[in-house]
């Protein structure tokens, strides 16, 4: 791989740790428009991993050490085949419902939350739970609490099916209605027009979530907005950096399982945004070479429950054809940082008051 500029905008902060590797032997910032026949790779960043699916992943690991094989997990922790099947070799047994777990083990449940009915049938399972919800994703699931206390009919912006949707549908079922983009606005029906609030599961495209919302608003022109975006952080930071790179790609790929919302999102993002093609890849060996004809420049990023390994191996695929030239497109920054779930704070905590005592 040679060079690595950072294309930062001049106000910019501090580059992301992930990247400080590339970016230390880093030239200086190429033109916008590449030589013609040059083959290079804009790499966007902020991508990959996210604060809560680092926090859940770590949360697995560090239950393992702590106590021990197996220890069951609802659902998988995170969308991406490649953590689940390396916390499958760890000793992580996946379960699709709390039921399957054996009476008295560890049950973690994933970033994506779940409702209060599974925490009830884990007590009545006698089940010892590890709650690794993701912070942002609780802070929707009390909004979506307040506001059902308050009577509103609460529309939530989101994809049916999704665990994330259920499990904050499950938190006020009698006021949620799901809202699947904006063609499903025409079948909302709320009690009261002038008591309704939007709220939105977490990994949208931000740009079709406010289509929706401007169509809802159209509809009921007192409705009330959440106090502080429900989309999260991650999820616009990396659509915000795919935006920026789709506009030079030629093909962009991006780095995710299928199943994975944030990922699927960034293809779709990347595409409505002047990239002429675009994949999503679990990993190098998905990429089809018939994609790379007749393209200069690649654009690539990863969804948020990505490791930065897959990306590794996607840029190696990639020198080894001739795309060995990249350069870092990173429009924001990012630094955000989840602690652990609390129930294993309190276990590492005591652990280490044991072992200083003795
Ligand atoms: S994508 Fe956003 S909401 Fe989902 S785990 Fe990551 S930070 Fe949390």
Known sequence: MTGTPDRRPADAPESAASDSAREADAPEATSESPAPGRRRVLLA???GYCAGVDRAVIAVEKALEQYGAPIYVRHEIVHNKYVVQTLEKKGAIFVEETDEVPQGEIVIFSAHGVAPTVHEEARRGKLATIDATCPLVTKVHKEAVRYAKEDYDILLIGHEGHEEVIGTSGEAPDH???VDGPKDVEN?????PDKVVWLSQTTLSVDETMETVDALKNRYPNLLSPPSDDICYATQ???TAIKQVAAEADLVLVVGSKNSS???RLVETALSHGAKDGHLVDNADEIDEAWLEGVSTIGLSSGASVPEVLVDGVLEWLAER??????IVKPVDEHMQFSLPKELRRDLRSEAAEKLRA
Do not use: F, K, M
Request: aromatic share 4%; charged share 35%.
């Open 188 to 192: 909302v029906e709320v009690r009261d």
């Open 322 to 327: 001739g795309w060995d030239d990249v350069e």
């Open 237 to 239: 930071n990396r659509q």
């Open 176 to 178: 949620i209605t799901l």
């Open 262 to 264: 944030n990922s699927v």
């Open 45 to 47: 960043a902020p991508r």
